[in-house]
């Protein structure tokens, strides 16, 4: 780390990724949206893309539900943050609002238009 950077961040990138378990796992769910019975692995990163915090859940589980659960149960760990960005699939006041109340953070949707340009 060089000096005057800050070990926390106050920008973090949230995302998560549907994956595929063994048959005869315990714990799976079936996200419709992916065709994926198994996982899903919410990670929040910083701007360097270093892991900040990592929350897993079966897949059935939505984007914004396993993103509010990482947030919730990882609030140390988001102490500095004041923006958070996501996808399209975090869409909605609702997470929005949520993440403001759990970490104080506003949260901007990276559309999928604007990553083209």
């Known amino acids: 780390m060089s000096a005057g950077r800050s070990a926390r961040t106050s920008f973090v990138i949230l995302d998560a990724q549907s994956v595929k378990n063994t048959d005869s796992a ?6 419709g949206a ?10 929040a990163v910083d701007i360097n893309g270093l892991p900040i915090a990592i929350h897993i859940t079966t897949a059935d589980i939505s984007e914004r ?23 399209g699939g975090y869409t909605g006041d609702n997470f929005a609002s949520m993440v403001h109340t759990i970490i ?8 999928q238009s604007d990553l083209k340009h």
């Open 26 to 31: 315990k714990h799976a769910g079936y996200d």
């Open 34 to 43: 992916k065709k994926i019975n198994g996982i899903k692995r919410s990670i």
């Open 65 to 87: 539900d396993s993103g509010i659960a990482l947030f919730s149960l990882n609030t140390q760990d988001f102490e500095m943050v004041q923006r958070v960005m996501t996808d």
């Open 104 to 111: 104080e953070a506003d949260v901007i949707i990276a559309k």
